[in-house]
């Protein structure tokens, strides 16, 4: 069954072409290594909750927009192979993101069911 890494960030809005530039770049890797698919989203209608939301899971700042992304992988066995390719490989040590990756949260999540 698929596994799915799921990923929140805060990005800032002037980085937007940076930030698909990046991701782009990255999805690459991720599908030669075994990720069968990327998904990258950008904020449209992020409402501020009453005990918590997106902006405050990530510490955004106002001039920032939420990201909400995932990349499917037939399982976790895969999925952690990528992950230590992505910590190795020098193309990917090469890129700069552009956001602060330490407000970024992220997990593992093994799928229920895909409709």
Same mark, same amino acid.
């Given at each position: 069954?698929?596994?799915?890494?799921?990923?929140?960030?805060?990005?800032?809005?002037?980085?937007?072409?940076?930030?698909?530039?990046?991701?782009?770049?990255?999805?690459?890797?991720?599908?030669?290594?075994?990720?069968?698919?990327?998904?990258?989203?950008?904020?449209?209608?992020?409402?501020?909750?009453?005990?918590? @939301?997106?902006?405050?899971?990530?510490?955004?700042?106002?001039?920032?927009?939420?990201?909400?992304?995932?990349?499917?992988?037939?399982?976790?066995?895969?999925?952690?192979?990528?992950?230590?390719?992505?910590?190795?490989?020098?193309?990917?040590?090469?890129?700069?993101?552009?956001?602060?990756?330490?407000?970024?949260?992220?997990?593992?999540? @093994?799928?229920?069911?895909?409709?």
């Amino acid at each position: 069954m698929t596994y799915v890494d799921g990923f929140v960030a805060a990005v800032p809005k002037a980085n937007k072409q940076a930030y698909i530039d990046h991701a782009r770049e990255a999805a690459e890797l991720f599908k030669e290594w075994g990720a069968t698919r990327i998904v990258e989203t950008w904020g449209d209608d992020v409402p501020a909750g009453k005990q918590t @939301d997106f902006m405050r899971a990530v510490a955004a700042k106002d001039d920032e927009a939420i990201v909400f992304s995932w990349i499917e992988y037939p399982d976790k066995a895969t999925r952690d192979a990528v992950g230590k390719k992505m910590m190795t490989d020098a193309r990917m040590q090469a890129m700069k993101m552009p956001f602060d990756g330490a407000r970024m949260i992220y997990g593992g999540f @093994d799928a229920l069911f895909v409709a």
